[in-house]
């Protein structure tokens, strides 16, 4: 059992930056593959970005690719989304998710997570 737990969404302006954090508890993070998936009013949860148990591969959606950045601290049981130039159309709530990987290079480029944080709400004002 994994439970996460996302900070850092608030308030921005279009163009401005916002930094997302997910910290996690219980079983071995460094065991779970990553993501980050967010939900907007009145639509489907659509993945964001992940990465894996090692850090060393990271997939994003072509929506925010150039814009965020997807990165893991595995001594201190964390993962983050920097996410830059943004846009009213990233405002959601923003979920961090956990799924347990045999493999230190698989990432996890959809929704088919095991673990799943609260989520946390992002607004871009334009």
């Known amino acids: 059992q994994v439970q996460l737990v996302e900070s850092g969404g608030g308030l921005v302006q279009a163009g401005g930056s916002l930094r997302l954090s997910c910290a996690a508890s219980?079983?071995?993070?460094?065991?779970?593959?990553m993501g980050w998936v967010r939900q907007a009013p009145g639509k489907e949860r659509e993945f964001v970005a992940a990465?894996?148990?090692?850090?060393?591969?990271?997939y994003y959606a072509d929506s925010v690719k150039g814009r965020f950045t997807i990165s893991r601290d595995n001594a201190e049981n964390t993962v983050y989304l920097q996410m830059n130039s943004l846009k009213p159309e990233d405002a959601a709530v923003y979920y961090c998710a956990a799924r347990w990987s045999y493999y230190r290079d698989y990432a996890v480029p959809s929704l088919t997570y095991d673990y799943w944080g609260p989520g946390t709400q992002v607004t871009v004002s334009s």
């Open positions: 990465i894996s148990r090692s850090g060393g591969t990271t």
């Open positions: 219980g079983r071995s993070f460094s065991m779970h593959a």
